[in-house]
């Protein structure tokens, strides 16, 4: 017989169910249904349903086929008006389970019709999610004997026995069937010590523009808790019940109610520990759902069934937490260890995006784990994943209370995590990074202080040097200027230049004799103004030995007769000039001649300045 699809809708009065049967004979069909049992038969469809809540048989319920669409449409009226049937969406649940061949059952489940006392006893208590609990320690000698168990509920073992070759692109444990929950532990957080990379951290913690980025992105829960939050703060104000036909719920998709006819539908006996271990281990699967969610921006990629199995221990070391700090650290260490991004903000994102999920009732967590389902059947080894675990939580969170999941979402809300939680010192680990950050800024803020002052001085100087140059000019122009006045008043000077002018060519000599050059001779003239400007103008090295160089060349010993000599000193003071040569000594040789002395060159300008004798005159 084949299962059809159907799909359930409800109003405050009736229950509608609507069932896709395209190549049956609507001649030949049967509904039954009587209190919470529905079933329906038309060949080669047959559909059995236990119903969430309780209708009657009175006369108003209707029945339709469209015949275009092969959909067969059937109003039930509800036993209580106004009553809501929660969980219509959790189509897994809603089908009868399979019957045992066995002629007596081995173990028997309890249902509705004679419920035990333990299971009154799991609705009405209050558990605390804080407790410390402490694992079960086998002994060597045990774990030779019997294998490990893991999977949903610790329920499966001896899997990856005959699954050797694809173990290591699932999960990291070496050999899960030998190796015990506390021994998986201890080589989990021994990876996670040396897989942690510190210059990563660093790189994502001070260049954090992408993850910025990617904070940004809301996802579908964000709206869906935002409108039940608007939804309840309305039913408060008009003082309506949640239980109503006016509660909130998450619709799925057609894509995923058919994933959800496709499951097969079973209870699971777990004991108390087990069944806080499965919780415990939901909200590490859902942690690395919503950060994969979170750094794709919802567009999933080929990368996102490695990222949410690496980042859950429990999908990749088949951990059994014990209590919730646990699932916070483990979560918060391997996103700081594996994935591309690697920064705390995404970890209290993720923790965040958990809570709101678990506040919006198992719709909502039923929605993300199909999702997660789909990613690990189309990724090719991480389908071993879907049967360990992901196929049953999505089975089983159909049949959790939603309650369960209210006062779990609180105890996770009130669940603090910090970096010092996680073991890698973190904190000291940034404020050394910040400190050697703050020395580098520091030196480049000198050394840009220094290139912009360098540039500076040294236009300074060439302004300072082109300062003095324009003054030197300035002055010996007006110097130049002074000597033409005075001179141009002074006839006699100006007579005298004449002079000196016409024997520019021929040598000068003085009284005794002495041979100069005029181009390299410079007069001392009486003029004060002369002298002044004369000591204050500044020589540049360079033309000073070039000076002397000439000097070198231009004093000589030459002879004159006695005559031109006095001729020459004659003619100086005849003119009444200041100018003056200050007579030499002379030698006296054996045979009566006199000869002048030979003077020594010397680097620099020589000023000779001729005086003349009052006494003497």
């Given amino acids: ?83 809501y049937f929660d969980g219509l969406d959790m189509l897994t649940a809603l089908l009868a389970q399979k019957k045992s061949r066995s002629a007596k059952p081995l173990v028997e489940e309890i249902t509705d019709t004679g ?37 949903f509920g610790n329920l499966k073992s001896g899997v990856f026995q005959r699954l050797q070759d694809e173990l290591s692109d699932v999960i990291d444990v070496k050999d899960p069937d030998l190796t015990p929950a506390d021994g998986r532990r201890q080589k989990r957080l021994e990876t996670e010590a040396t897989k942690f990379d510190p210059d990563h951290y660093l790189a994502d913690f001070f260049e954090d523009v992408v993850i910025q980025q990617v904070l940004k992105y809301k996802p579908w829960w964000v709206d869906a808790y935002a409108e039940k939050m608007a939804s309840e703060g309305r039913s408060h104000q008009e003082h309506v019940s949640q239980t109503t036909f006016a509660a909130f719920y998450i619709s799925l998709s057609e894509e995923e109610r058919e994933q959800l006819r496709k499951f097969t539908n079973k209870s699971y006996l777990l004991d108390k520990r087990t069944r806080h271990q499965v919780y415990f281990s939901l909200i590490d699967i859902l942690l690395a ?27 990749c070391w088949l951990e059994s937490f014990t209590n919730i700090p646990e699932v916070l650290v483990s979560f918060g260490r ?139 000019s300035e002055t010996e122009s007006s110097d130049s200027d002074e000597q033409e006045s005075s001179t141009s008043e002074d006839g006699k000077i100006n007579s005298l230049q004449g002079t000196l002018q016409e024997e520019r060519t021929a040598p000068l000599t003085d009284c005794n004799g002495l041979g100069r050059d005029t181009d390299t001779l410079t007069l001392d003239v009486s003029n004060e103004k002369s002298k002044a400007s004369l000591q204050s103008t500044s020589v540049p090295g360079k033309l000073i030995e070039e000076l002397g160089k000439k000097m070198q060349t231009a004093i000589r010993l030459s002879e004159q007769p006695e005559e031109l000599a006095t001729a020459s000193y004659t003619v100086l003071q005849g003119k009444g000039a200041n100018y003056a040569v200050e007579p030499q000594r002379l030698l006296e040789d054996p045979s009566g001649k006199e000869h002048f002395l030979e003077v020594s060159p010397k680097k620099n300008l020589l000023l000779f300045v001729g005086s003349t004798n009052e006494d003497e005159d």
Wanted: net charge negative.
């Fill in 334 to 472: 391997r996103v700081l260890c594996y994935p591309l991004y690697r920064h705390f903000r995404l970890v209290t994102r993720a923790f965040s995006d958990t809570v709101m999920i678990l506040q919006l009732g198992k719709s909502a967590v039923l929605k993300c784990l199909l999702d997660i389902h789909k990613i690990f059947r189309e990724n090719d080894p991480a389908y071993i994943l879907n049967d360990l675990y992901v196929t049953d939580y999505c089975i089983w969170i159909q049949k959790t209370k939603s309650k369960k999941l209210a006062a779990l979402a609180e105890s996770l809300q009130k669940a603090n995590l910090t970096k010092a939680h996680l073991g890698f010192e973190l904190e000291e680990l940034e404020s050394a990074a910040l400190l050697v950050q703050e020395e580098e800024s520091e030196l480049k803020a000198v050394s840009a202080v220094s290139k912009q002052q360098l540039p500076s001085s040294e236009l300074e100087t060439s302004d300072s040097e082109e300062s003095s140059s324009t003054s030197s």
């Fill in 1 to 83: 017989m084949i299962t059809p699809a159907f799909e359930l809708s409800q109003d405050p009065d009736f229950l509608t169910i609507a069932i896709n049967i395209p190549y049956a004979k609507v001649s030949e069909f049967d509904v039954y249904f009587e209190g919470k049992d529905f079933k329906f038969y038309a060949k080669p469809y047959f559909l059995r349903l236990t119903l969430p809540g309780r209708i009657v048989e009175d006369g108003r319920e209707k029945a339709s086929y469209n015949v275009d669409k092969g959909i067969f449409t059937v109003r039930l009226p509800k036993e209580t008006p106004g009553q």
């Fill in 289 to 315: 759902y919503c950060y994969e969610i979170c750094i794709t921006e919802g567009d999933k990629n080929v990368e996102s069934s490695w990222n949410i199995r690496k980042l859950s221990a429990t999908l």
């Fill in 115 to 151: 419920t035990s006392a333990e299971l009154a006893e799991e609705e009405e208590e209050e558990f605390d999610w804080e407790i410390e609990q402490t694992p079960c320690h086998e002994t060597a000698e045990s774990t030779l004997h019997l294998q490990c168990c893991y999977g």
